[in-house]
């Protein structure tokens, strides 16, 4: 069966907290295949840019802010619906709504430090992942 790819961020908290390891293995143990993967850190214009989409929003300067204050873990991940499955395991925005068992509901504090990044629909997906990874670092 075809298979399709998503693209996720670890985001500072978590990395903060010491949850790559959790994280990477619930992504691991969910039957996602990691085709790239790497830590780093955003500059405020790459926020501004990845971020564009929300720049009307109230939250945008503490969302840029916060996802640059530290290092994130950027993947690019591969399964059958991988968009869709991945939002499932991520859980709701906020980590009060999310389900249990959720990566949210486990490792997220708040709705604007929640853990976690994943795509929205198969074309953000391809955008997001290429404005992290070069096709080189894609395996
Ligand atoms: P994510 O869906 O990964 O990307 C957009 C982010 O904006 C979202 O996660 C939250 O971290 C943040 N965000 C969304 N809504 C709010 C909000 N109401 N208040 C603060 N941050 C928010």
Do not use: C, W
Not at 25 to 51: C, H, P
């Amino acid at each position: 069966m075809a298979t399709n790819r998503t693209f996720t961020m670890l985001k500072p908290d978590a990395v903060e907290n010491g949850h790559i390891g959790a994280i990477l293995e619930k992504i691991n143990a969910s039957g996602f295949r990691i085709v790239a993967l790497k830590l780093t850190q955003m500059t405020i214009a790459d926020a501004q840019a990845f971020y564009a989409i929300h720049n009307e929003r109230p939250f945008f300067n503490d969302l840029v802010e916060f996802m640059t204050r530290g290092p994130i873990v950027a993947a690019i991940l591969e399964k059958e619906n991988a968009v869709e499955d991945f939002r499932t395991l991520i859980g709701a925005t906020n980590p009060a709504e999310a389900a249990e068992g959720t990566i949210r509901k486990l490792f997220a504090t708040s709705i604007g430090e929640n853990a976690v990044h994943g795509s929205d629909s198969d074309e953000n997906a391809a955008i997001e992942g290429a404005f992290h990874f070069s096709g080189r670092e894609m395996f």
